[in-house]
């Protein structure tokens, strides 16, 4: 499935999130809304690995700036993301919710 201009939101843990798929193995996620002011606005852009799963379901995962691992998978059939993040302390942490596609 080709994903690049594919626009998603969804909430999560307080936070909502734009996810952009700028190409088959990058993207860019933004906090529309925050648990902080501060965080609000905030965006990065990931350079991913990328593994189809089956059709229309596939895994993107990258490391942040702060070393935080992102493993996400995104079900575009059913419109839910699963997320695994483990942070550069250890912990960690998993969400699964719907999202709405905005392309």
């Known amino acids: 499935m080709a994903i ?16 952009e ?13 925050a648990l902080t002011p ?6 990065a852009t990931e350079d991913c690995d990328r593994v ?5 379901l596939i895994l ?3 490391t942040e700036a702060d070393k935080t691992h992102v493993f996400d998978v995104f079900d575009f059939a059913n419109n ?13 942490a998993k969400s699964e919710v719907s999202f709405m596609r905005e392309d």
């Open 4 to 19: 690049a201009g594919c626009r998603i939101v969804y909430d999560v843990a307080g936070y909502r999130i734009r996810m």
């Open 21 to 33: 798929f700028l190409s088959e193995t990058q993207l860019r996620w933004t906090y529309l809304a």
């Open 38 to 43: 501060a965080d609000a606005g905030k965006s």
């Open 52 to 56: 189809d799963l089956r059709s229309e």
């Open 60 to 62: 993107m995962a990258w």
């Open 80 to 92: 839910r993301v699963f997320g695994n993040f483990v942070w550069p302390d250890g912990r960690w």
